[in-house]
């Protein structure tokens, strides 16, 4: 490695470094204002299972600090999505560093449309269905921490993979994408998008089809925004 490489490698560290670091005080930051309000948006996300119960003396705090930290996540979203496509925009070339300035709002939009569908359809349709299976014989004794585990890896599995179709219109404008070539590709894009739904949902059919039916949809918007793309390139 030559000392211009070795210099080159060393300035994309240190960027590397200073943006995670403001991403992480961005986040820290969001932490102590969401604790405040934890408490009433923990009782609205247990509405949909009415009262659930904890199991041992630290559960209530437990529960209070993993919705301050996924509110959290939710809160920073902003700065956070506006520090990566930053750290991007420093290996792009210069007529194409304008682009972040789109796709940094539309990557928060498309963030926060996964989560609020996860939260009006995808999390009760999912928590009807995995309670359905009780019987006077199997009674459901759901623990607030398994709750909330189930609904903050939703929340944040939909709202960071309905970012698809960004991600595929990206690729398209540094030229790494085509419309004929994820046109080529969608069965094997299928398969993926079915892996990627059963690890990151619960292990049941209804979540993962909840989640690998909308990204199949987007892996068709996806399509359309590189049509659009190599449209305005052309």
């Known amino acids: 490695m030559t000392s211009g490489h070795l210099q080159s490698f060393l300035t994309h560290l240190d960027e590397l470094r200073s943006r995670t670091l403001k991403s992480l005080g961005a986040f820290i930051l969001a932490c102590f204002i969401c604790f405040y309000f934890a408490g009433d948006v923990l009782a ?61 709002p539309l990557s928060l939009f498309f963030f926060l449309l996964g989560v609020a569908f996860a939260y009006w359809v995808a999390i009760p349709m ?56 994820l046109r080529q590709k969608r069965r094997h894009a299928i398969i993926i998008i079915l892996i990627v739904a059963a690890i990151l949902t619960p292990p049941d059919v209804a979540s993962q089809l909840l989640l690998a039916v909308p990204l199949m949809v987007l892996y068709e918007v996806g399509i359309i925004f590189t049509k659009v793309f190599q449209k305005k390139d052309a």
Request: proline share 6%; with cysteine; net charge neutral.
């Open 126 to 181: 999912a928590y009807k269905f995995l309670m359905g299976f009780s019987s006077d014989a199997l009674l459901p004794l759901v623990t607030v921490d398994n709750y909330l585990g189930f609904v903050g890896n939703m929340l944040l599995a939909f709202g960071a993979t309905f970012e698809m179709p960004l991600v595929l219109a990206f690729l398209a404008k540094i030229g790494i994408a085509t419309p004929e070539f």
């Open 44 to 104: 609205w996300l247990i509405r949909p299972a009415g009262h659930l119960v904890f199991t041992s003396p630290g559960g209530g705090f437990a529960a209070v600090m993993t919705v301050t930290m996924v509110m959290a996540c939710i809160v920073a979203s902003p700065v956070i999505a506006y520090q990566l496509w930053a750290f991007v925009a420093v290996a792009l070339k210069p007529n194409e560093r304008r682009f972040v300035y789109v796709f940094g």
